[in-house]
């Protein structure tokens, strides 16, 4: 069902009141051309590495209408971008990762939005997305106008930098689309140069099995051969090519569940390695930290302090 201008706008305005610092809305359908297959193109050089998981659902991640049973026929991808940026984080993990579990918290403010298009526009189904579903998130952010992904390969906000989540709801409700984003980096190059494994170099545009943040969260097993080393300073994730992009010279301030805790401030390298299983659980148990199992975070913490001796 098409919803009016102002109910978009109430829409709009009620995504920045659950914390979002831009929210667009793009018309759901088939992935451009041009985009779904450097998309195939991409798994099929093997640039997601570990992440095999990219390779499932692929006909529901080039068309969002199938995130619903029966596919709709049509809908509307509202793309927000929320932020997670605090100071005093611990360098030894990504910072989006310090506080509480984004998954949850943006699950948790998108659900009375959610709730309120469907009960104002004929019970249209919406699917509420926080990293969740098999969407091309970055791609429709774009769509939206929400921002434009940057030569790291993150999505940028004009005004708010890229230490964002992006969340999308994808509701049967049809919204007037908003123009996309036409920005891009110019002749920047920051993050391709301060990367150190090289992984912004690789044919295919990123090469996880060269980016630190895959391989210290995603890469089960041995640390493989011929990865890059932990130069530091993270453990889990890596965020050099945010710091180094100039649209983070002053981000965008994070929702307060994202501030890390005391106990994740206070964790050191030797602490980490020789963590034990209950001291993961209390550690980690509502973060998203839980995505690298404590095996994982040991041999990464055993990782840099090689490097560093
Ligand atoms: S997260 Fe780190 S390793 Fe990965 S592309 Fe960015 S700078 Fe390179
Ligand atoms: S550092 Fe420069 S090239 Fe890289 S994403 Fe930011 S603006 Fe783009």
Redesign the pocket.
Known sequence: MAVTADFREQVRRMAIEAGAVAAGFARAGAVAEADASRFNAYLSAGGHFSMRYMENYREIRLNPLRLFTPAAEAATVISMAFPYYHPGANPLFARYAQGEDYHKVLRRRLRPLARYISENSGGARCRICTDTAPILERYWAVAAGVGF??????L?VPGAG?FCFLAEIVTEAQFEPDAPSLL?????????R?CPGGA?EAQCGFDSGKCLSCLTIEHRGAWPDDAPGLPGPAIYGCDL??Q?????AAPAPGLPEFAPSAAMRSLTTDSLAALDASGYESLFASSAVTRCPAEQLRRNAEKLKNNNN
């Open positions: 992904i940057g030569r790291n390969h993150c940028i890229s891009g980096c110019g002749d920047c190059g920051a993050c391709k301060g912004l090519c945010q180094r992009c100039p649209h983070n």
